[in-house]
């Protein structure tokens, strides 16, 4: 049977994916490429979370794309409002046509011989579809979207209620009039309980400890006036190297000086709460700023469902589910109509893919990370992986940039292979994400290792990556190129 064959394939047809596309049409006009999408819309994780007030952690002047100026009010802005905007970036860029829907990549095998992928796809009727590229492109994201993380609950099998986890919404889930208790402290908590409150008899926010917390503006007043007075492209720009900046000092000034961290943000709680209530118990947490993600509100909304009454925070542990809801280990009761377990993710590595070199199966955890997004002994093959402490798309457009030099550097000088190769003896491993959040914990094993210096290190930092990737040398010794097949 015959293969259809790409200069390039991507894998995932969401942000990063449909992003891929355009820097690939852009950058690489004459190569062919296709876009294998596993579910059978676009959108990606702003297609698969329904639940109520889902949104973005990050302003959209960084989530947004390099090359497409984020246009309306909102800076922090909702899930369909991110989604119609990747979509009209793929139909305007006549990047949607090249897209086959519910293709479920389950093996990708690299022959050295041929210089080329064979891909295998699963589609919806079971059948395998096999497609061959020269550079594989996996812009799938890090987590499983079969199935998110829910804790084994102790008694759950005797709760009456719903027990509901917010990657599964079910959809027309009435709540109006209810008692509801969302467990987790993390992004998608923050968003529910406040999204929820005004229509619940009462929701509480239940979580085992406390969560840094950053009450930001919706809109970004800099952002608008600039849009009124420059042309789009230019405030766009702007405004999204003014919000990395801040990000970037916001982070740097966590890690060099905690304790002031901890106050500013604590006095940012304070205002929105305001005397009276139990700061130390529901908003103090027992890390450091950013040894876990610290958590965005627009203006302020958790803070303001909190201080009306519709809303409550709880903080405790589970001692077991009873018939009519929740007994913590205090002995308190939580009754509910419904429980959301917002306990996070499952991470799951290139879509749980298996990769193959030359006939050799790859595990993943013994490759090191090349420049954040390359693999170790695996040729012609990218991930598209964002930043734990900036917006994921930051990285996204660097990482697509990158493969696009690389690809035409390889034209130019007549290669076939480019394959990053660790030579150096001190280079010391280091886990992949540092960061102590559980659903990281739970399966860094699974991913590749980091080393401990350039260009095995992974730089949560915009600026170096700037300069590693869009001006960094591609012939930097650890990659290495092969000629022409004989």
Same mark, same amino acid.
């Given at each position: ?26 950058? =690489? ?11 059978? !819309? ?19 002047? !960084?989530?947004? +794309? ?7 009010? @909102? ?28 293709? #479920? ?16 796809? &699963? ?9 061959? =590229? ?7 994201? +890090?987590?499983?979207?079969?199935? /998110? ?9 005797? +709760? ?106 604590? @006095? ?18 027992? +890390? ?19 201080? #009306? ?10 001692? !077991? ?10 002995? &308190? ?9 917002? !306990? ?14 030359? /006939? ?34 930051? @990285? =996204? ?20 292979? =480019? ?30 290792? &980091? ?8 730089? &949560? ?8 990737? #869009? ?16």
């Amino acid at each position: 049977m015959s293969m259809e064959h790409f200069d390039v394939l991507i894998v995932g047809a969401g942000l990063s994916g449909i992003g891929a596309g355009h820097h690939l049409q852009t950058r =690489c006009p004459g190569k062919t490429y296709a876009i294998l999408e596993s579910r059978e !819309t676009i959108g990606g994780t702003w297609d698969l979370f329904r639940y109520p007030g889902i949104r973005s952690d990050s302003d959209m002047y !960084t989530l947004g +794309y390099s090359f497409r100026p984020w246009k309306e009010a @909102k800076a922090i802005a909702d899930g369909p409002s991110i989604l119609s905007y990747v979509r009209q970036t793929a139909k305007d860029g006549g990047i949607d046509r090249h897209i086959r829907f519910r293709q #479920k990549v389950l093996r990708s095998s690299w022959s050295s011989a041929e210089a080329r992928w064979t891909v295998e796809a &699963q589609g919806p009727d079971g059948a395998v579809t096999r497609y061959s =590229c020269s550079f594989l492109y996996n812009c799938s994201g +890090y987590y499983d979207y079969e199935q /998110g993380y829910m804790p084994q609950y102790p008694g759950a099998e005797r +709760y009456k209620g719903q027990l509901i986890h917010p990657q599964k919404w079910p959809e027309g889930l009435d709540y109006k009039g209810k008692r509801v208790v969302v467990i987790g402290s993390g992004a998608t908590a923050v968003t529910l309980v406040p999204a929820m409150a005004s229509d619940t008899a009462k929701v509480t926010m239940l979580q085992r400890s406390p969560t840094y917390i950053l009450s930001l503006p919706a809109e970004d007043a800099i952002a608008n006036f600039l849009r009124r007075v420059l042309p789009a492209k230019l405030a766009y720009a702007i405004v999204r190297w003014k919000n990395v900046l801040m990000s970037m000092l916001l982070y740097q000034l966590s890690r060099s000086h905690p304790e002031l961290v901890k106050k500013l943000v604590r @006095k940012g709680v304070e205002k929105m709460l305001g005397p009276g209530f139990d700061i130390d118990r529901h908003f103090k947490p027992s +890390y450091n700023p950013w040894d876990q993600r610290l958590c965005l509100v627009p203006n302020g909304d958790l803070f303001k469902a909190l201080r #009306k009454g519709q809303a409550d925070i709880v903080t405790d542990h589970i001692e !077991t589910f009873t018939e009519k809801g929740i007994r913590l280990k205090s002995g &308190q009761e939580l009754e509910a109509d419904i429980v959301v377990s917002a !306990t996070g993710l499952n991470l799951l590595a290139i879509g749980g893919a298996q990769l193959v070199v030359d /006939g050799v199966p790859i595990e993943l955890s013994k490759t090191l990370s090349y420049k954040g997004m390359m693999l170790s002994g695996v040729p012609n093959f990218a991930i598209a992986l964002g930043y734990t402490n900036a917006s994921w798309t930051l @990285k =996204c457009d660097l990482s697509c940039e990158y493969v696009c030099r690389l690809i035409n550097h390889m034209d130019r000088l007549g290669y076939t292979h =480019c394959t990053p190769h660790n030579d150096d003896s001190t280079i010391t491993e280091v886990p992949f994400l540092d960061f102590s959040s559980g659903y990281v914990q739970r399966a860094i094993d699974q991913f590749p290792r &980091q080393g401990s210096r350039t260009p095995w290190k992974l730089h &949560q930092n915009y600026a170096l990556d700037l300069a590693t990737l #869009k001006l960094g040398d591609l012939d930097d010794g650890a990659m290495k190129f092969i000629g022409a097949v004989k």
